[in-house]
């Protein structure tokens, strides 16, 4: 089993920054990447942001590209999302989730991923 458990959530200003922690527990060996989701009110869950648990891989969607960025500490078992220039469309509550699929192409699917934490909110006001 894996645990992941998000953190840093909060209430910003549009062009704020925020940095969303997710910290990884149990069988983290078993991991291969870490994935960063979000669901705003009355929408789909979306893929915001992955990562290999090694490192030597991302991905990021279109939405996000350039403005968020996805990275690892493997020594503290956590994975960061740094989130600049805010609008409030980033408004949403955003998932952690951890695939033990060894996929290169699948990164983007929701049902890739084994185990999912319980979010946290992010809230952008213009």
């Known amino acids: 089993q894996v645990q992941v458990v998000e953190s840093g959530g909060g209430l910003v200003e549009a062009g704020a920054s925020l940095r969303l922690s997710c910290a990884a527990s149990g069988r983290t060996f078993t991991i291969f990447r870490l994935g960063w989701f979000r669901q705003a009110p009355g929408k789909e869950r979306e893929f915001v942001a992955t990562i290999t648990w090694s490192g030597d891989s991302t991905a990021y969607a279109d939405s996000v590209k350039g403005r968020f960025t996805i990275s690892r500490d493997n020594a503290k078992n956590t994975v960061y999302l740094e989130m600049n220039s805010l609008t409030p469309e980033d408004t949403a509550v955003y998932y952690c989730?951890?695939?033990?699929?060894?996929?290169?192409?699948?990164?983007?699917?929701?049902?890739?991923?084994?185990?999912w934490g319980q979010g946290t909110q992010v809230t952008v006001s213009s």
């Open positions: 989730a951890a695939s033990q699929t060894k996929s290169w192409f699948r990164f983007a699917d929701i049902n890739l991923y084994d185990y």
